[in-house]
């Protein structure tokens, strides 16, 4: 246990509620056995030795302490119970019956900082992503075990943020059965076969589910570009909307080959339109393909905020190229999940794209998160995944 007192200027997001501290916040440190460098829980006091919030503590990262409570609770089993079955009881309020694949924990979301959990079907795909969540991996798991029966709990921590953490990947079973190759998950009546071991992510884009039914709702007679299509999550949804064609593109081929069996799965076999392999952003340039619909969802371009320039200048030449595919009155569904990119710059990226693509062009909706991607309002970072849904004039 360490106690950490912080510099007086930097008291006032941890008073607010915001989840992180860095190094350069903290005053000085207190620890009770005389070592500062492990990874462990920390009370966070003000300058005046007010207790403040409980968090985890770790030395080797600049991100020193995530916050976990603004209550002086004890971290341990019970808590991590507390707080999935909170989690949890909402998720099952709400998505009962339109999926049985959605996102149970979400990190800072949650006030679970580094624990990412998503349920699909009968299995739950775990992501520590730190240090500090590291030690509470046997409590999460009988917490999750207890509060939502499943054939087997399977890790999946691995990535940039746990080597920032200085973790090595952890992946396999932590419960129960080990997940076969395939699953299968439905979402609003639309099947997809999901890789938990070796896909994207966990294995899903979950976090797009309410922009593929959105997709759904305008697909009618439409010809459409899924660019960037994963395992065809948008494709499958534009063909049950009733879509003319579709080209579905993606650099993955084993998220095509499972995107044609996605598209099989649900009835559509050797449908109009093709599955393409490439370079998305040479495809754009080339093709002189135009279409009623494109959906532009590139992985995120941005991870740390010294990318974002970088970045702005490949989500500006994406839209731009996309925006003179668009048939007259055509729709461009644009996203960004480069967690850095604010939504007020990506929409000025956006514009940047329209002016020099001659388009004119209105945003009739704004998209964003499903309901099981909840962001805190005291961590307004957590916002990763902003879009837009534009209609051109002419
Ligand atoms: N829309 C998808 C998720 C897209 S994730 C869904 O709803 O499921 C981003 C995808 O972009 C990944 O499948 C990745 O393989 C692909 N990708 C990454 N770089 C690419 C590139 N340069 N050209 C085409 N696809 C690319």
Redesign the pocket.
Known sequence: MINIYLKPTRERPVVNGHPWIFSGAIERLECFDGNDQVVSVADVFDSKKNWLARGLYNPKSQLRVRLLTWQKEAIDQNFFSRRLAHALTFRAEQLTGSTNAYRLCNGDGDFLPGLIIDRYADYCVCQILTAGMELFKDAIVNALSAIASSKGIFERSEGRVREEEGLAASTGALAGETPPELIQIEEHGNKFFVDLKHG?KTG??LD?RDN?AFLATLARNKTIL??????G??SVYAFTGGAKEVVT????HP?LELAERNLDLNGFADPPGELIK????A?LKEIEQKFDVI?L???ALAHRRRDIDAATGGYKFLNLHALRHLNPGGLLLTFSCSPHLSADLFQKVVFGAAVDAGRKVVVVKRLGHPVDHPVSLHHPEGEYLKGLALRALD
């Open positions: 994207q899903f884009f797009q593929r899924n660019c960037f299509s994963y395992t999550g948008f593109f993606d650099s993955s998220a490439g370079d998305a952003f495809y959906v969802d590139p992985p």
